[in-house]
């Protein structure tokens, strides 16, 4: 029904005016011409379906034209495969976890954590330079590689997020508060993660602290 409106709009039909006596000739065919919004509406579906194919280690489409297409849809697959190897097995999961990671305009919506469903920090991530130091450091910390993968499977932006400027500030400002077991904590609640220390999780903790909340 969409289509059909928009063929309508691109084609509207002549209506009879008894004030100017004109109607349009019946022999005269209709030109239809392309809608760049349909055009749009297309391109708008990339990223969800170069993530599905790449997930699925398959070639959904044909080879890209563009160069920027063919990086992105390299970036997707090599991802996913690395996901994969630390033990990631469902492929509509592995597409959810990285178009919300990649992609700021993710059509995946985290029903659990809604007012942070739009993840700033998306990208185009590399295994080496992103997800590997990620893992990494996430393992380092007293996670088991299966509570990692739950970890990410939770709070997928985290997979964009810097170890320097991010996790680990994260992890010694919570143990300065006297948190026992940080890996624990983000084990239980991979969201807190979503928590920036000096944007929002500072702020909520001196709160906390002022109306003598109890540590636990």
Known sequence: MDVLLRLRRACPL????????????????????????????SRSELPGTLCMAAAGNVQAMPAPRSGMQGQVDTTYLTAA?????????????????????MNPNSMFVQYNDA????????RPLTVEQD??????????????????????TAHPPVLSYSVTDRLQPFWEYMGSIGVPDVAAAVAKRPSLLGLDVDASLRKIVDYLQYVETPPE
Do not use: W
């Not at 997800?131 to 990410?152: A, R």
């Open 131 to 152: 997800m590997q130091p990620v893992v990494g450091f996430l393992v380092s910390q007293g996670l088991s590689t299966q509570q990692v993968v739950q970890v990410i």
């Open 115 to 122: 007012k942070r469903s739009r993840n700033v920090n998306a």
């Open 14 to 41: 002549s209506q009879s005016s008894s004030r100017h006596h004109m109607q349009t000739p019946p022999h005269v065919p209709c030109r239809t011409r392309s809608s760049p919004q349909l055009q749009l509406s």
């Open 81 to 101: 495969n690395y996901l994969k190897t630390i033990g990631f097995t469902n492929t509509a999961e592995i597409a959810r976890v990285l178009d919300i990671a």
